[in-house]
């Protein structure tokens, strides 16, 4: 089983920490999310695997963290002042702006015949999702990258303008003769980062699916021109394995190749991983949406950030860059510009992914319906609760806070004495803890606890001294 929809979530997420909704205090700022304790720790966790997957488990790719604000002149050789733009149309009724594609999007019924064209075809109109008018301005270019200035000057100084950037991947592109050089790698190398992009959105929500503020995890990998295809292949397999390996089913993931008119314009072929967001659709076709992308950039980057490239009569292409950023192959004697995989996946979403797939139902012997956020344990905020249960026995208490105190250099673990057991446990299912370690009056005599497993229920009786290696072993154990 997995969430029904994302509203599910959203209620789950507030009602238990994970995430809140920004700046609510003042009346919120539209699609601006605040993580909590528990989601602070799930996103934490997301983070940490990807580095380890990407980074440490393979001996060929490095890490990087650029500055966000970067000179003006990256966004204007890598395309983005001119193409990063969504098409706007505005409703002529009641003015609201929308995303003409997210527009077409809409379900069938949200479409009106408006005329007939000279092929006798229909022409149909999407209807307004504020006030259901058919009557749209005419599309227009609206750049989605967020414009500040630096220094003391004024604000209309076109000098100080810059960009917040708007994805990770120009910041590796910038650094690819730092990076080769300090780190003397040869093809194929990657390199890989985490941290926040900004794009002012025309139509953001969905919960943290779609924000201005948000966080990426992206990877370079550069190949020689011709290893390119296979490369990028492979990255598409193992990307698709690893949601799968964090927990996330394979039902609800699916690979989507995108046609030629809506790829980037760097992009040679682009493949993304779509997740199923949103099952209470009705057409199938309109449960899926984008999770990562995994795109063939050619080496439109390398080269773009290049001072050498000429146009057909001889004049520099980019005449501000100081350096040239191809290759040298010494096997082959060979210079050119490398070919990049990129890798491509949101943090944020992620999080969305993880919890809806884990998200399940359970009917207790009272017939009380209990959620049961089964998280891969990798995942789980918390991987261990210990429970005392009786907390105004203070032998009792004092052993459960020595024993989580005892586990903490070793897994996450919490002490939690706010309810009555039956409670606790509750809790602890609906956040996903994978193991609650409850002790009671029988642990001062036996030096045993009783382990509760999240997704089956059953308990079992472990040796106070054997505690910390039955959980690790358990917490590993899971595929
Ligand atoms: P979309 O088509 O949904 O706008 P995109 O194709 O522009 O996304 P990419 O540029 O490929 O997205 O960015 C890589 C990843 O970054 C996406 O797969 C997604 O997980 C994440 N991402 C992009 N835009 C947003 C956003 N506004 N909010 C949250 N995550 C985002």
């Given at each position: 089983?997995?969430?029904p929809?994302?509203?599910?979530?959203?209620?789950?997420?507030?009602?238990?920490?994970?995430?809140y909704?920004?700046?609510?205090?003042?009346?919120?700022?539209?699609?601006?999310?605040?993580?909590?304790?528990?989601?602070?720790?799930?996103?934490?966790?997301?983070?940490?695997?990807?580095?380890?997957?990407?980074?440490?488990e393979?001996?060929?790719i490095?890490?990087?963290?650029?500055?966000?604000i970067?000179?003006r002149?990256?966004?204007?050789?890598?395309?983005?002042?001119?193409?990063?733009?969504?098409?706007?149309?505005?409703?002529r009724?009641?003015?609201?702006?929308?995303?003409?594609?997210?527009?077409?999007?809409?379900?069938?019924?949200?479409?009106?015949?408006?005329?007939v064209s000279?092929?006798?075809?229909?022409?149909?109109?999407?209807?307004?999702?504020?006030?259901?008018?058919?009557?749209?301005?005419?599309?227009?270019?609206?750049?989605?990258?967020f414009?500040?200035?630096?220094g003391?000057?004024?604000?209309?100084?076109?000098?100080?303008?810059?960009?917040?950037?708007?994805?990770?991947?120009?910041?590796?592109?910038?650094?690819?003769?730092?990076?080769?050089?300090?780190?003397?790698?040869k093809?194929?190398?990657g390199?890989?980062?985490?941290?926040k992009?900004?794009r002012?959105e025309?139509?953001?929500?969905?919960?943290?699916?779609?924000t201005?503020?948000?966080?990426?995890?992206e990877?370079?990998?550069?190949v020689?021109?011709?290893?390119d295809?296979?490369?990028?292949?492979?990255?598409?397999?193992?990307?698709?394995?690893w949601?799968?390996?964090?927990?996330?089913?394979?039902?609800?993931?699916?690979?989507?190749?995108?046609?030629k008119?809506?790829?980037?314009?760097?992009?040679?072929?682009?493949?993304?991983?779509?997740?199923?967001?949103?099952?209470?659709?009705?057409?199938?076709?309109?449960?899926?949406?984008?999770?990562?992308?995994?795109?063939?950039?050619?080496d439109?980057?390398?080269r773009?950030?290049?001072?050498?490239?000429?146009?057909?009569?001889?004049?520099?292409?980019?005449?501000?860059?100081?350096?040239?950023?191809?290759?040298?192959?010494?096997?082959?004697?060979?210079?050119?510009?490398?070919?990049?995989?990129?890798?491509?996946?949101?943090v944020?979403?992620?999080?969305?992914?993880?919890?809806?797939?884990?998200?399940?139902?359970?009917?207790?012997?009272?017939?009380?319906?209990?959620v049961?956020l089964?998280?891969?344990?990798?995942?789980?905020p918390i991987?261990?609760?210990?429970?005392?249960?009786?907390?105004?026995?203070?032998?009792?208490?004092?052993?459960?806070?020595?024993i989580?105190?005892?586990?903490?250099?070793?897994?996450?673990?919490?002490?939690?004495?706010?309810?009555?057991?039956g409670k606790?446990y509750?809790?602890?299912?609906?956040?996903?803890?994978?193991?609650?370690?409850?002790?009671?009056?029988?642990?001062?005599e036996?030096?045993?606890?009783?382990?509760?497993?999240?997704?089956?229920?059953e308990?079992?009786?472990?040796?106070?001294?054997d505690?910390?290696?039955?959980?690790l072993?358990?917490?590993?154990?899971?595929?």
């Amino acid at each position: 089983m997995s969430a029904p929809n994302i509203d599910t979530i959203v209620s789950l997420a507030k009602r238990r920490g994970f995430v809140y909704p920004s700046s609510e205090i003042y009346g919120g700022l539209g699609s601006a999310w605040d993580y909590g304790p528990l989601g602070v720790e799930l996103a934490n966790n997301v983070r940490q695997a990807w580095w380890r997957w990407m980074v440490y488990e393979r001996d060929d790719i490095e890490g990087l963290d650029s500055s966000i604000i970067l000179n003006r002149l990256v966004w204007k050789y890598s395309g983005h002042e001119e193409t990063f733009t969504d098409p706007l149309t505005e409703c002529r009724k009641c003015h609201s702006r929308f995303r003409k594609d997210e527009l077409h999007k809409q379900p069938p019924d949200r479409f009106v015949r408006v005329g007939v064209s000279d092929t006798s075809g229909l022409i149909v109109s999407p209807m307004c999702p504020n006030c259901d008018a058919t009557d749209w301005t005419e599309p227009r270019p609206f750049n989605l990258m967020f414009r500040t200035h630096v220094g003391a000057t004024a604000e209309d100084d076109a000098d100080a303008l810059v960009y917040l950037r708007p994805e990770t991947a120009q910041g590796i592109f910038i650094n690819f003769l730092n990076v080769l050089n300090t780190s003397r790698r040869k093809l194929p190398f990657g390199v890989a980062q985490i941290g926040k992009s900004f794009r002012n959105e025309v139509t953001p929500g969905n919960f943290i699916f779609r924000t201005r503020e948000f966080e990426q995890m992206e990877m370079e990998y550069f190949v020689r021109p011709g290893e390119d295809e296979q490369a990028h292949q492979e990255w598409i397999d193992a990307c698709h394995q690893w949601f799968q390996s964090i927990g996330i089913s394979g039902d609800n993931l699916r690979l989507y190749e995108q046609p030629k008119e809506e790829l980037a314009h760097y992009a040679k072929r682009t493949v993304d991983i779509q997740y199923r967001f949103f099952p209470e659709r009705d057409d199938e076709e309109r449960h899926w949406d984008e999770l990562m992308g995994i795109a063939n950039r050619t080496d439109f980057d390398l080269r773009t950030h290049s001072k050498k490239p000429e146009d057909s009569e001889g004049k520099r292409l980019n005449p501000d860059s100081t350096e040239d950023l191809s290759y040298f192959d010494e096997q082959t004697k060979q210079r050119f510009y490398p070919y990049v995989i990129e890798p491509a996946a949101g943090v944020n979403r992620t999080v969305l992914a993880l919890l809806m797939d884990a998200y399940s139902e359970k009917t207790t012997d009272k017939g009380e319906t209990r959620v049961i956020l089964k998280l891969h344990h990798s995942m789980a905020p918390i991987k261990v609760a210990v429970l005392p249960l009786a907390k105004n026995k203070p032998e009792i208490v004092g052993m459960a806070k020595a024993i989580k105190r005892s586990l903490q250099p070793v897994v996450r673990a919490v002490y939690d004495d706010t309810g009555g057991i039956g409670k606790l446990y509750a809790r602890q299912d609906e956040i996903g803890t994978p193991f609650c370690v409850t002790v009671d009056h029988q642990s001062l005599e036996d030096e045993a606890v009783t382990v509760r497993d999240r997704d089956t229920w059953e308990q079992e009786r472990v040796k106070v001294a054997d505690l910390a290696t039955y959980l690790l072993q358990r917490l590993t154990e899971q595929a």
